[in-house]
């Protein structure tokens, strides 16, 4: 089988989602077109993997809105290299919030198309223009699903499908396919106190970690406001770009609290990511009700084996509630306030370690790729 994979980006978890699928499929013997405008060095996790890299376009700037007109022009150029490289399937991973443009993209095509959608956000809490505009693109997905071209499109979870099937008029609920959000099981572990060295962490316990971007929808601001007001030693990790908050933010949370903020304001190359995990005592993932997708880092955590403190959104808190990862608050000072501050470490990793470690195993890579490659046979009629 000859499988073109379409991604707009490398950025976050992009090039370690696509080389599953990858591996998986060169393992077995099938050819794979890595399709992407995003000329960063990154493409080499993909590569690595066993895929062939193409780079088409250039990366799109601005919200959907503003690069519709590029988003388009680089889709349809990679939907050419795809047939002229006489692809079976054309997946077109994380449309999230370009539906329009992409579905435009290929609304002439006659290669059978696959979707990876990570971020619901057609259910999107928030502000009305939010909201409006998660319709608008949902729309444009139902209508597309007509095409005899379009072979279906991947979801995370059952609830997930579920709602998507609910509001739809025309997607049918065998166009869903439910895969796990993959997880990379550690290579090695290590304890709390080597993956403190390894980093030179020296913080009160206990040591939370706050990992990844520092973006609106992942409660970066209300992480600073809740530190303020944290009366009890503690060290925060924050590991991530910066983005919402910087430097300045953090210095005023860190002069307001009893609490320590260690910042570590930059990408966090992947050969390090575990070894974060492995050095605190809970992950804090304070998301807003902005952001409604499933979560890597919640991913990283089970696999990690270490317990979240998660506010009740999206999916992210009924994936904590359901499996018993962690402890699930409202979304406001003062609830994780309150959690933070009666937290103890012991207690916690007794209560949830063997529930983490299950469910990473459940959405192990192997069994990933697996059933993706399962959807490809499928819908080709291998």
């Not at 993909?46 to 895929?51: D, I, Q, R, Y």
């Not at 316990?205 to 030693?233: H, Q, S, T």
């Not at 009740?312 to 994936?319: C, K, T």
């Not at 470490?345 to 990933?368: G, I």
Request: charged letters at 25%; hydrophobic letters at 40%; one cysteine or more.
């Amino acid at each position: 089988m000859r499988v073109a994979l379409y991604d707009p980006t490398l950025s976050g978890h992009h090039p370690e989602y696509a080389a599953n699928i990858v591996r998986y499929l060169s393992n077995i013997g099938d050819d794979v077109l890595y399709i992407t405008p995003d000329q960063s060095n990154r493409a080499t996790i993909v590569k690595n993997a066993g895929a062939k890299i193409l780079f088409v376009g250039r990366p799109s700037v601005g919200n959907a809105i503003q690069s519709f007109h590029r988003t388009v022009s680089n889709v349809r150029s990679g939907l050419e290299i795809a047939r002229e490289w006489n692809a079976d399937i054309f997946h077109h991973l994380f449309v999230d919030t370009r539906e329009p443009a992409i579905t435009t993209a290929l609304s002439t095509t006659s290669t059978p198309i696959l979707f990876t959608l990570f971020n619901p956000h057609y259910h999107r809490e928030g502000a009305i223009r939010q909201r409006v505009y998660g319709n608008f693109c949902f729309k444009f997905i139902d209508i597309f699903s007509l095409k005899s071209s379009f072979m279906g499109m991947f979801v995370h979870t059952p609830q997930i499908k579920e709602r998507i099937h609910q509001r739809s008029q025309f997607l049918e609920e065998k166009d869903l396919h439910v895969v796990p959000d993959p997880v990379a099981l550690p290579d090695h572990r290590l304890s709390k106190e080597e993956a403190r060295r390894n980093l030179n962490i020296k913080g009160e316990d206990p040591i939370y970690l706050f990992f990844g971007g520092l973006r609106a929808e992942k409660g970066a601001k209300l992480l600073m406001e809740v530190i303020g007001n944290l009366d009890r030693d503690a060290t925060f990790v924050i590991a991530g770009s910066e983005g919402v908050i910087g430097q300045t933010e953090i210095e005023v949370a860190n002069n307001q609290s009893r609490a320590v903020i260690d910042a570590r304001l930059d990408f966090i190359p992947d050969s390090k990511v575990y070894t974060y995990f492995f050095a605190c005592d809970a992950v804090v993932l304070p998301y807003l009700s902005e952001y409604s997708g499933t979560s890597g880092v919640l991913q990283r955590s089970a696999a990690a084996g270490r317990p979240v403190i998660a506010t009740n959104v999206g999916e992210v808190g009924p994936l904590v509630k359901e499996y018993d990862l962690g402890y699930v608050v409202q979304s406001d000072v003062q609830s994780i306030t309150r959690k933070l501050k009666t937290f103890d470490p012991q207690t916690a990793l007794k209560k949830f370690e063997s529930a983490l470690l299950t469910y990473a195993e459940k959405h192990s890579v192997d069994r990933f790729s697996r059933e993706i490659r399962s959807v490809y046979s499928d819908v080709t009629h291998e």
